[in-house]
């Protein structure tokens, strides 16, 4: 399993950045989905963004698009730089990681292991 832990959350203003950022252990598996969802009080956990660290491919959920970025070197750290942030954006963000053959949807595939969660607040 990988260790992922987070950093980087806290309060913002609408249209303000923040970045947030997670760092995992070696594994012996050398491929994986990995990137970050999200839980608002009250609803569902949700996919944000994703990345195969295989071939690069990024996943966005459609509400974030434009506005947040998966970067970092995605063998021991992936970052999410957040953009325009919005009231809507306020939650608990999880670092998700799950290994993967390649050719599967990364915001589809069943998380194996997530981070224990870092809080962004969004406040006027």
């Known amino acids: 399993q990988l260790q992922l832990l987070e950093s980087g959350g806290g309060s913002a203003q609408p249209g303000g950045t923040l970045r947030l950022s997670c760092t995992f252990s070696?594994?012996?598996?050398?491929?994986?989905?990995v990137g970050w969802f999200r839980q608002a009080p009250g609803r569902e956990r949700e996919p944000v963004a994703m990345?195969?660290?295989?071939?690069?491919?990024s996943w966005y959920a459609d509400s974030v698009k434009g506005r947040f970025t998966i970067a970092g070197n995605h063998k021991t750290s992936i970052d999410l730089q957040m953009n325009s942030l919005k009231p809507e954006d306020a939650a608990t963000y999880y670092c998700?990681?799950?290994?993967?053959?390649?050719?599967?949807?990364?915001?589809?595939?069943?998380?194996?292991?997530w981070g224990r969660g870092t809080l962004v607040t969004i406040t006027s």
């Open positions: 990345r195969d660290t295989g071939d690069g491919r």
């Open positions: 998700a990681a799950a290994p993967t053959l390649g050719g599967r949807d990364c915001f589809s595939i069943d998380i194996r292991d």
């Open positions: 070696h594994s012996t598996f050398s491929r994986y989905c």
